[in-house]
């Protein structure tokens, strides 16, 4: 393994832009426009086709469905969001530099890795999940796969202290600066880079341009709920570093 990079490199689209039009193209190629790539939700329907879906289930006519239950035809019949829930293969249609597929469905992960492996975009995509024992599974049923391991609750910040051999990243939530403070999500992003793994930060309910700053330099890349938010963010702060280090100089 390749040692992490010591500064921030990449910003991806968390489910392209968060809000009512998440994981789907509109969120996606409005993500591109500013982010070097998207993060999005992979599952599997009845009939097998991998789709870019949150949540297993939802709510419709009074009753609630499961995505794996049903075909894609229903799934686009039923949904909220109807025609805009998006296959796999319309995702890789917008030729993204960067994905994270974040697999939220076991029977998801091989056909996952198979579809990459025809389109030769393993490079190019990393596979993450917050069940430590599919990522495990990831590694094992395809070891040249860049896969990462997501923090969600307490217990994954207790395995991911201990990651499995293979592991490329650990994805890391800024929330948890609620709890263990600034200090000790740095000393925490340190620990992981001695590890030899890359740093991915993503937000839940957190005030990205405020927070991102005080530990970018320890990411490779910021999963950003508004990706030409924080971009704009960042290049401002970026160039009233560089004009400090200026003043005063012929």
Not at 11 to 18: C, N, S
Not at 32 to 56: K, M, N, P, Q, W
Not at 121 to 139: F, M, P, Q, Y
Request: one cysteine or more; aromatic letters at 8%.
């Amino acid at each position: 393994m390749t040692p992490p990079n010591n500064e921030f490199q990449l910003i991806l689209g968390h489910r392209g832009f968060r809000g009512h039009l998440e994981n789907t193209p509109p969120a996606f190629k409005r993500a591109l426009r500013y982010a070097d790539g998207i993060e999005f939700d992979v599952r599997l329907t009845r009939d097998g086709r991998l789709v870019a879906l949150h949540s297993g289930e939802f709510m419709a006519d009074g009753r609630t469905y499961r995505v794996d239950e049903l075909t894609y035809r229903e799934l686009t019949r039923l949904h909220p969001l109807g025609k805009l829930v998006p296959t796999l293969k319309m995702v890789l249609k917008l030729s993204p530099r960067v994905m994270n597929a974040d697999v939220k469905d076991q029977k998801a992960l091989s056909p996952l890795i198979r579809k990459l492996e025809r389109k030769n975009l393993l490079e190019r995509t990393l596979i993450s999940t917050d069940d430590l024992g599919l990522a495990v599974s990831a590694i094992e049923e395809c070891p040249d796969c860049k896969v990462g391991f997501s923090i969600t609750r307490a217990l994954n910040l207790a395995l991911s202290l201990r990651p499995p051999s293979g592991l490329y990243s650990i994805h890391v939530p800024l929330d948890l600066a609620r709890y263990v403070g600034t200090r000790g999500l740095l000393t925490l992003l340190r620990l992981y880079r001695r590890k030899g793994l890359r740093v991915w930060l993503w937000n839940y309910e957190m005030d990205e341009p405020s927070l991102v700053p005080k530990f970018m330099h320890l990411a490779d890349a910021v999963i950003s709920d508004d990706p030409a938010r924080l971009k704009r963010f960042i290049s401002y702060r970026r160039t009233e570093v560089e004009a400090t280090l200026y003043v005063g100089k012929e």
